[in-house]
């Protein structure tokens, strides 16, 4: 099934301009974004056929059946409650039955989790995203040799460069592990390559050093310290980076670079609509899709206001979120057994 044969077969519910038309942030550049409710055909509802969701290429335009669209409500999540909510000059197409489905018969302090949980979620992403900006890693790779130090005193120096002052090549040293200590390694060196030697390490992709068998007679020349843990890091930091440059929007990193605050500006935009969104739910008692703070908003979207002060205003809204949830006369949870009754009858007048 396809939303043309929603419109054809005048399965349409509900209809809706939904996204930053809605939310009254809408620029010359803005998506229109459609979403709405849809019922199936009798014999497809009852058979084998059932179609919960219709989506474009896209999905600039998505459909919920509407059995989908009520199990969303129930679990509070932030964008379906957007769309029942809608304000009157975004709303394409209404059905009368679509009047059964009212926001106060679903909204809960369930909301807690869903607008500001993800919320949170974002800004974890932002802040993982601020330290790949002001931290980049070089497109070489280390590798495990740069995470190896020479004791040296009551100090010590980097591998490389004990190795280069000496004149010596990793390839004719071996190392041996000492008792009770963890990283710690006696070094010594065979000029004349012929006692086997390992190396430090085999190859550059080595995770770890390799031990030799040292002849009892050998003396080390140094003790080298390998810090495993701080090259696992750099692994993990170094996978993580590049993937991100491969994957990321390039349009929009731009963007965020050409503004210069070191956040995805739009993303950060909506974290604080959506927060924004969920302190009001818990001061009224009830869920606006319309912003009236639009000019602070895009002025966040366009990189006029710093990480920090951002930052600083999601942690704020986050701090406001938690005390008026304790206090809030919101239930607990959606009444589970009334709003599914409102989809049972709203079933039965479709059907009829």
């Given at each position: 099934?396809?939303?043309?044969?929603?419109?054809?077969?005048?399965?349409?519910?509900?209809?809706?301009?939904?996204?930053?038309?809605?939310?009254?942030?809408?620029?010359?550049?803005?998506?229109?974004?459609?979403?709405?409710?849809?019922?199936?055909?009798?014999?497809d509802?009852?058979?084998?056929?059932?179609?919960?969701?219709?989506?474009?290429?896209?999905?600039?335009?998505?459909?919920?059946?509407?059995?989908?669209?009520?199990?969303?409500?129930?679990?509070?999540?932030p964008?379906?409650?957007?769309?029942?909510?809608?304000?009157?000059?975004?709303?394409l197409?209404?059905?009368?039955l679509?009047?059964?489905?009212?926001?106060?018969?679903f909204?809960?302090?369930?909301?807690?989790?869903?607008?500001?949980?993800?919320?949170?979620?974002?800004?974890?992403?932002?802040k993982?995203?601020?330290?790949?900006i002001?931290n980049?890693?070089?497109?070489?790779?280390?590798?495990?040799?740069?995470?190896?130090?020479?004791?040296?005193?009551?100090?010590?120096?980097?591998?490389?460069?004990?190795?280069?002052e000496?004149?010596?090549?990793?390839?004719?040293?071996?190392l041996?592990?000492?008792?009770?200590?963890?990283g710690?390694?006696?070094?010594?060196?065979?000029?004349s390559?012929?006692?086997?030697?390992?190396?430090?390490?085999?190859?550059?992709?080595?995770?770890?050093?390799s031990?030799?068998?040292?002849?009892?007679?050998?003396?080390?020349?140094?003790?080298?310290?390998?810090?495993?843990?701080?090259?696992?890091?750099?692994?993990?930091?170094?996978?993580?980076?590049?993937?991100?440059?491969?994957?990321r929007?390039?349009?929009?990193?731009?963007?965020?670079?050409?503004?210069?605050?070191?956040y995805?500006?739009?993303?950060?935009?909506?974290?604080?609509?959506?927060?924004?969104s969920c302190e009001?739910?818990?001061?009224?008692?009830?869920l606006?899709?319309?912003?009236?703070?639009?000019?602070?908003?895009?002025?966040?979207?366009?990189?006029c206001?710093?990480?920090?002060?951002?930052?600083?205003?999601?942690?704020?809204?986050?701090?406001?979120?938690?005390?008026?949830?304790s206090?809030?006369?919101?239930?607990?949870?959606?009444?589970?057994?009334?709003?599914?009754?409102?989809?049972?009858e709203?079933?039965?007048?479709?059907?009829?």
């Amino acid at each position: 099934m396809t939303i043309q044969d929603l419109k054809t077969n005048n399965l349409i519910l509900f209809e809706v301009i939904s996204g930053s038309r809605s939310f009254g942030l809408a620029t010359e550049n803005s998506d229109t974004d459609i979403r709405g409710v849809y019922y199936l055909p009798k014999e497809d509802f009852f058979g084998l056929n059932y179609i919960p969701q219709i989506s474009n290429e896209t999905n600039d335009i998505t459909y919920y059946e509407i059995g989908r669209f009520v199990e969303l409500l129930q679990k509070n999540n932030p964008n379906i409650l957007e769309i029942l909510v809608s304000p009157h000059e975004c709303i394409l197409h209404k059905h009368p039955l679509m009047d059964f489905l009212k926001p106060e018969d679903f909204l809960s302090k369930l909301c807690k989790d869903t607008f500001a949980g993800y919320a949170i979620s974002q800004i974890k992403k932002a802040k993982g995203l601020n330290k790949k900006i002001l931290n980049p890693i070089d497109k070489e790779r280390k590798s495990i040799l740069d995470f190896c130090f020479i004791l040296d005193g009551q100090g010590s120096i980097p591998l490389k460069k004990w190795l280069l002052e000496h004149r010596k090549v990793q390839e004719k040293c071996g190392l041996t592990a000492i008792d009770h200590t963890k990283g710690m390694l006696a070094l010594f060196y065979d000029d004349s390559h012929t006692l086997g030697y390992k190396g430090i390490i085999q190859h550059e992709e080595a995770n770890q050093v390799s031990v030799s068998s040292i002849p009892k007679e050998e003396k080390p020349v140094a003790y080298l310290f390998c810090n495993l843990d701080a090259y696992s890091i750099y692994c993990k930091n170094y996978r993580e980076y590049w993937k991100w440059i491969t994957e990321r929007n390039e349009d929009r990193y731009n963007v965020n670079e050409n503004h210069g605050q070191n956040y995805d500006s739009k993303n950060m935009m909506h974290t604080i609509r959506l927060l924004q969104s969920c302190e009001s739910i818990f001061k009224n008692n009830s869920l606006k899709t319309r912003v009236e703070n639009r000019d602070e908003l895009l002025d966040i979207k366009s990189g006029c206001q710093s990480y920090e002060a951002v930052m600083q205003k999601a942690e704020n809204l986050i701090e406001s979120i938690e005390h008026l949830h304790s206090i809030s006369t919101l239930p607990e949870y959606p009444d589970l057994e009334k709003t599914t009754h409102i989809l049972i009858e709203i079933r039965e007048n479709l059907y009829r």
